[in-house]
């Protein structure tokens, strides 16, 4: 993996952008999965941006949301999903034709994982893969003591997951389970990028990136990637040592 410092969240958010520009430039129909939460939403608005300007051509990009709360789709504030089409997907003009997302309001929860598999079989591999990093070391949904040879899978919510989620909700909201691409789908993007800002975010970075790496910090797998990106702030990367 290789460790990139940022001045601050602007900084890093600039520089991811540019990443991904470049990497459509590379290969106008790769293959990106696209993370939901607060630390990927200003990549997004550059995004946006440069497509308005004309300086990005996603059109013949294809494009999977990396997890969802199981129960909720785009119509739900608060859900992954909405988040996607309401920060990106929409203001880019993406054809649904070019993006998956997970069905978390099916009754075959395992045919959805299986959806989203084939999905990025057919178009795959993922050139980039976008993940931010939970308070716990999750990524995407992949909570503690996930398997690391797993693709896309549903399981239950870790307790500060569901504490940390309520934040995007309203009012208080019911989560159980999620559905999520899986780490081996990390394993086998071209480029895995993590993204991570603010001073709390900086314990769990430090362990992430100089612990061990074990599934009960499933971000601890960035050290195994040697094609990575982690992107930080200096306040994200403040505990980490020389």
């Known amino acids: 993996m290789k460790i990139h410092i940022y001045p601050d969240y602007n900084a890093m958010c600039l520089a991811a952008a540019g990443i991904i520009v470049d990497q459509v430039k590379l290969k106008p129909n790769s293959l990106f999965c696209l993370t939901s939460g607060d630390t990927p939403a200003g990549i997004y608005k550059y995004l946006v941006k440069y497509a308005h300007e004309g300086k ?33 997907f929409i203001p ?14 099916a009754t075959d929860l395992d045919e959805s994982c299986r959806a989203m598999d084939n999905f990025i079989k057919s178009h795959g591999p993922l050139d980039i893969m976008l993940v931010g990093v939970g308070l ?3 990524i995407g949904l992949n909570e503690p003591g996930v398997d690391f040879n797993s693709y896309a899978h549903h399981s239950p919510l870790a307790p500060l997951t569901i504490s940390v989620g309520q934040k995007y909700f309203k009012q208080q909201t019911q989560l159980t389970e999620s559905i999520t691409l899986g780490l081996k789908h990390l394993q086998e993007a071209k480029i895995p990028m993590l993204l991570a800002s ?4 900086a314990g769990i970075i430090a362990s992430a990136l100089q612990g061990e ?9 960035f050290q195994t990637l040697p094609s990575a990106y982690v992107m930080l702030d200096k306040d994200a990367a403040s505990g980490l040592g020389s």
């Open 56 to 88: 990005v051509n996603f059109s013949n990009c294809y494009f999977v949301g990396l997890d969802e709360w199981v129960g909720m789709d785009k119509n739900d504030e608060g859900s992954c999903t909405n988040f996607l089409f309401e920060t990106f």
């Open 92 to 105: 880019a003009k993406i054809h649904p034709s070019k993006m998956m997302v997970f069905n978390a309001k």
């Open 136 to 138: 716990n070391g999750h």
């Open 198 to 201: 603010g001073t709390k975010k």
């Open 213 to 221: 790496v074990i599934n009960q910090v499933p971000a601890s797998i």
